[in-house]
């Protein structure tokens, strides 16, 4: 258990109150105080008296306001911030690039250091540059705004007690540096004859070992290891591992401690517990925004007032917190993708949903309702933040926030305490008047940012902290990462808003190198004083950087490595799942079969897929992991390629062949083209031109331009005849049936059929003769067609080219579709005169037809048979909708790299 040093435990058990720097440490030592207090037996006590620093002094004014002091008005965090906030603001009006927040934040840091150390503002208004000057105008700003509110800080106030604190004996631990102002305060108590200690720290006892890991991934990994092997040997213990960086590091530490303890082994005593229990919990919490649960009402929030992209739209959407099931907001997710454009606001969804009815999705006008009645409790006007925050929670409410689901004790916890965030909001009304939606919704998401939280996770056994800190409380063991040579002692950091002349003068450490080693020394004696067992670490390399360790170091032992006696060198679980012996041999690149009394899905497109990689083909066609469509400017792909197919399909059914096509004039045929095009938008977009968007408009422009194109194209064809427009066969492959719908069928003068297949997308150059070839749709078409077909292209008709690209039997039916590759003389067979080319072009026309007829039939076999083998043609991969599922970066290195775009 964690323990409280025995001089701490008997000021608390002799009444004093026990002054820490921070709420975690003041939360820790309470743990340690009733672990005290049930190890000897005690089924009631006394809450012990511990404070962070800053709720101490609030409490002791507060105290002596209600006994009658005349003591200015406290005012709050959130209001002291919004005061600093708003004078930052006034102050960078006129510069675009400075960010209000983050600004009034640094400044109003400058300011409380400044008093911290004695610094006095008011005198420095020609002492430093404009860095300084903008720190003195704006205190100086929050300073009348403070006297206009007859308000006051508790730091300010503190000041003017005799004896904060009153005559209890008060012990302050863990403030390695005793400032100025904590010297002062110490020698006003002691004045009126009021007792006070600054605890000192006791004599160092631990064994002091260093670690040098390879890099921060191996350094986490370690201190996990370390910690099983400790929790293993004494299943009590309570170890405290102090990481200081970026919070994902942490996160990814504690999971790895939980992944690496077998919760389901014969583990020894209460390690075994779920993690919602506490086997490792992390000091200090994100930010509030961060949270799931808070940050889906403050999104909610946000798209009421400005709606959002989306994309951002979709995502919250697919949150959890609603009332809707998890199905019906799938489907207007999807539903919705189809009626609204890149960004989405309420009024949006609104008219989406009345211009649908009745055909819109019950849950679509589920959510509708929702929405409207949230939107009526925000007004457009301006009101006061005490307002604002009880219209949030009603618009919350309204959204039916947060959700049918039940909460878990974390989530409870985390909605506890967003309601404190909002009524800490709604304190606001006594600085500021009115304000307008926008700034209300901004200023609270900026609250929940700059307030940090984490739900109580009771006595875990291991603590994670992002700083270096002085403990104060015993633990059996510490862990201390990342110390090389840049970040312990920590570089000096003046404070860029005060003179760095009167920060050396004022002694602030931060200042100096020789003030930051001091801390570093009082640190280590901090640590060596509150456990038996410490482990110092450094990581030898940052990406490419190499680090030296920090020179403290130097003066202790290295230990062997903690993770010497793991059996895996990796203990992260994604790559512990792949080792071998750990997970069932399984032959995943064969799936189900195919059902063969139903034709093959979507036509030619199983086989294209299955050409493509047959993974992708199984999962698309028969896991239905396809890629969902967003809303995008202009018209979708699809409704584009839907468009020119129904234009070019009236077009030919009405001209036939290549002699009308000829005998059409420039302006006949613009008008022909221009009526197929109007009728085909009719059928395709759902209305007359009156009513289509103006993208619409211009699509329907662009395709009468592309078909004309096609046609001028067309007219130096050799002549032929238009059999069949969007022909529709059904194929027999591989036992199965295949559907397919050819785009065109021309009859040709010299004899012989052409198939023609229409592309509006990005064009595919043609490879005809390799084992994958580039279009299996062509080649089943040519399988569907039978020995007539002659010759087989597709048309692309874009923007950037209009073009033929296909094998003919000779090189003069199609526009510039060369003729088919001859074949090589078989040895011993029968020649061929090589003065009869034509007999050659047929024998090799025949001979390639019956090859590309038994690739498409191997391609549906292979589909029929399910066969998912992770097998990508070159550059499969660059536009697959399948990524989140393949496996292709298992298969190696090369196979990732033969797909990518060089």
């Not at 213990?237 to 942490?250: F, I, K, T």
């Not at 305490?417 to 909002?422: A, D, G, K």
């Not at 602030?508 to 003030?515: D, K, M």
């Not at 030619?604 to 050409?611: D, P």
Request: some cysteine; overall charge negative; proline content about 7%.
């Amino acid at each position: 258990m964690i323990r409280l040093p025995k001089d701490v435990a008997e000021a608390i058990e002799g009444g004093a109150t026990l002054v820490v720097p921070s709420r975690q440490r003041s939360e820790t030592l309470r743990l340690a105080y009733a672990a005290r207090a049930i190890g000897k037996q005690a089924r009631v006590w006394q809450s012990p008296d511990v404070l962070p620093l800053d709720a101490w002094k609030m409490r002791e004014i507060e105290r002596h306001a209600a006994a009658g002091a005349s003591l200015p008005r406290l005012i709050t965090h959130a209001e002291e911030w919004l005061l600093w906030r708003q004078a930052t603001a006034q102050l960078t009006r006129d510069l675009d690039l400075v960010a209000p927040g983050p600004l009034a934040d640094a400044l109003r840091r400058a300011s409380r250091l400044a008093q911290e150390f004695r610094i006095d503002l008011t005198r420095l208004q020609d002492a430093g540059g404009s860095e300084t000057r903008l720190l003195v105008t704006a205190f100086r700003a929050v300073t009348d705004r403070l006297r206009a509110l007859s308000a006051s800080t508790a730091a300010q106030v503190g000041q003017q007690v005799p004896c904060l604190g009153g005559g209890r004996h008060v012990v302050f631990a863990g403030f390695s540096l005793v400032s100025p102002e904590l010297r002062t305060l110490l020698a006003n108590r002691e004045r009126q004859g009021c007792t006070s200690l600054v605890r000192a720290v006791p004599a160092a006892s631990a064994e002091t070992r260093i670690v040098h890991a390879s890099d921060s991934t191996d350094e986490l990994e370690r201190i996990a290891e370390w910690c099983r092997q400790r929790l293993e040997s004494a299943p009590g213990a309570r170890l405290l591992v102090q990481l200081p960086g970026a919070p994902e590091a942490r996160e990814q530490l504690a999971t790895l401690i939980r992944q690496n303890i077998d919760a389901r082994s014969a583990v020894l005593g209460d390690i075994v517990r779920a993690e919602s229990e506490g086997l490792a919990a992390i000091e200090g919490g994100l930010p509030l925004s961060r949270a799931p649960l808070v940050a889906h009402a403050l999104q909610a929030l946000q798209w009421l007032d400005a709606g959002s992209e989306f994309e951002e739209f979709s995502a919250w959407l697919c949150g959890p917190h609603w009332a809707l099931t998890d199905a019906d907001r799938a489907r207007i997710d999807l539903w919705l993708r189809d009626q609204v454009s890149l960004e989405i606001e309420p009024q949006a969804l609104l008219r989406a949903v009345d211009a649908m009815h009745p055909r819109t999705p019950p849950a679509a006008r589920a959510l509708a309702a929702q929405v409207s009645a949230a939107l009526e409790e925000l007004p457009s006007g301006p009101l006061s933040p005490r307002q604002w925050s009880e219209r949030f929670d009603a618009a919350l409410s309204a959204l039916q926030w947060p959700g049918a689901r039940p909460l878990d004790s974390n989530e409870e916890q985390t909605r506890a305490r967003f309601t404190e965030l909002l009524d800490d909001f709604g304190q606001l009304a006594a600085v500021v008047g009115t304000i307008s939606r926008k700034d209300a919704v901004q200023w609270l998401r900026e609250l929940a940012t700059r307030t940090s939280f984490r739900p109580a996770s009771g006595d875990a056994l291991v603590t994670v902290t992002p700083q270096l800190i002085d403990p104060i409380a015993q633990y059996d063991a510490i862990w201390v990462a990342g110390l090389h040579a840049d970040a312990w002692p920590a570089p000096a950091q003046p404070d860029p808003f005060l003179p760095v002349s009167l920060q050396v003068d004022a002694g602030i450490p931060a200042a100096t190198s020789e003030g930051r080693a001091a801390e570093a020394r009082a640190l280590l004696a901090a640590w060596q004083a509150s456990t038996s067992d410490l482990v110092l670490s450094t990581p030898l390399r940052a990406e490419d950087v190499q680090l030296s360790p920090s020179p403290f170091l130097s003066a202790f032992p290295q230990a062997e490595t903690p993770a010497a006696t793991c059996e895996a060198r990796t203990i992260w679980l994604p790559l512990r799942v792949r080792r071998e012996a750990l997970t069932e041999s399984v032959d995943d690149s064969a799936g189900v079969p195919w059902v063969l009394s139903q034709p093959l899905p979507s036509g030619t497109r199983s086989v294209e897929l299955q050409n493509l990689c047959p993974f992708r083909a199984y999962a698309e066609m028969r896991l239905g992991s396809s890629e969902l469509d967003l809303p995008e400017p202009g018209v979708p792909p699809d409704v584009r390629g839907m468009l020119l197919h129904a234009a070019l399909e009236r077009l030919w059914r009405e001209l036939r062949d290549s002699s009308a096509l000829s005998s059409q004039s420039s302006a006949s045929l613009d008008a022909l083209i221009a009526t197929c095009v109007e009728a085909a938008a009719n059928e395709i977009m759902g209305r007359t031109s009156e009513g289509r968007t103006s993208a619409q408009q211009r699509e329907c422009r662009r395709a009468v331009r592309l078909i004309r194109a096609l046609c001028d194209l067309e007219r130096r064809r050799p002549p032929f005849r238009v059999r069949e427009a969007e022909l529709k066969r059904t194929l027999h492959l591989a036992g199965a049936l295949l559907n397919v719908r050819i785009d065109r069928l021309d009859e040709l003068s010299v004899g012989g059929l052409a198939i023609l297949d229409y592309k509006s997308g990005r064009p595919t150059p043609g490879d005809w003769y390799s084992e994958r070839p580039s279009h299996p749709q062509l080649l089943s078409y040519l399988a569907a067609v039978g020995d007539d077909a002659v010759a087989m292209a597709t048309v692309s008709v874009t923007a950037r080219e209009v073009r033929f690209d296909g094998v003919a039997l000779d090189s003069t039916l199609l526009p510039k579709v060369r003729g088919v590759e001859l074949l090589p003389p078989e040895p011993g067979g029968q020649q061929v005169p090589a003065s009869d080319v034509g007999a050659q072009r047929a024998a090799s026309w025949s001979h390639w037809q019956r090859e590309w007829r038994a690739r498409v039939e191997g391609l549906a076999a292979d589909f029929v048979a399910g066969r998912a083998a992770v097998d990508p043609r070159p550059k499969a991969c660059e536009w697959c909708q399948v990524v989140g599922i393949c496996r292709i970066s298992d298969e190696s290195a090369s196979a990732v790299e033969e797909n990518i775009d060089e």
